[in-house]
């Protein structure tokens, strides 16, 4: 069993879904806005949206419903969003680690995940922004939206509605961790390809190898070898 919520406006939809889950019992309790006013990102980024253009989603989900690790859980939401947006787009989509997905260059929606306590219960709050009807970005900025990059209008509630049970139903049984591993290294996002990328200041040529189990990503330097980062310990500059 489901349930969606609709917010006119909210600060964060993963702020707010904990209000809901203090009533509701449901396997799969969402939130969602058109217009969030502070959106979070993973490890205290921001995201900015522009009102009544774009989607802020979040869904909560018991933890105890789970036998992967934090880390395949986490892959396995950007695999599932990843092939929801390929799907709508008709186009293929990658995956930036740790947690943007990638249409035609551009990030196009960003994830975030957290684990909290809530009523004595443990939950995944899975919590996602979609650009969607935005058209104008930063001149410097690497994000896009669904119309700026297919040329397609979308009706936002239909495509919540349609995010929503695409999201339930894909959560209802996981793959193993190897096969969720393997998926996202397959749609990894400038795997093999030689790219630039900027450490301690410093940028040099590298190649993106495999995303771990640990939640750690292996990339050839130029110059320092085969290593592994952590999420700001280096960055992809595309």
């Given amino acids: 069993m489901s349930q969606l919520f609709y917010l006119n406006e909210c600060s964060s939809t993963n702020d707010e879904i904990s209000k809901f889950l203090l009533y509701e019992n449901s396997d799969f309790v969402s939130v969602y806005t058109f217009n969030q006013t ?14 009544g253009k774009n989607l802020a989603y979040t869904l909560a989900v018991k933890a105890e419903k789970f036998t992967v690790s934090d880390v395949m859980f986490n892959y396995y939401t950007a695999i599932v969003i990843s092939d929801f947006l390929a799907n709508v787009a008709g186009s293929p989509v990658r995956i930036k680690w740790p947690n943007d997905i990638i ?34 970005f930063n001149e410097i900025s690497n994000a896009g939206s669904l119309l700026t990059l297919t040329g397609k ?15 339930s139903e894909r959560l209802k049984d996981l793959p ?32 993106i190898r495999k995303a ?7 990339i050839e330097l130029e110059d320092d070898g085969l290593q592994s980062f952590y999420h700001k310990e280096i960055r992809l500059l595309y």
């Fill in 153 to 167: 209008h979308f009706d936002l509630r239909e495509f919540t509605l349609h995010l929503d049970k695409f999201l």
């Fill in 212 to 218: 771990d189990e640990k939640g750690e990503l292996w």
């Fill in 38 to 51: 502070k959106g979070r990102g993973q490890y205290g980024n921001t995201w900015s949206s522009t009102a």
């Fill in 103 to 136: 249409l035609k260059n551009k990030k196009t929606v960003g994830i975030l995940i957290e684990k909290k306590k809530i009523s004595h219960r443990n939950y995944y709050i899975l919590g996602a922004g979609f650009n969607i009807l935005q058209e104008k």
């Fill in 176 to 207: 193993s961790e190897q096969e969720i591993l393997d998926l996202f290294n397959q749609n990894l996002f400038r795997k093999d390809e030689i790219s630039v990328f900027e450490k301690d200041g410093r940028r040099q040529n590298g190649i």
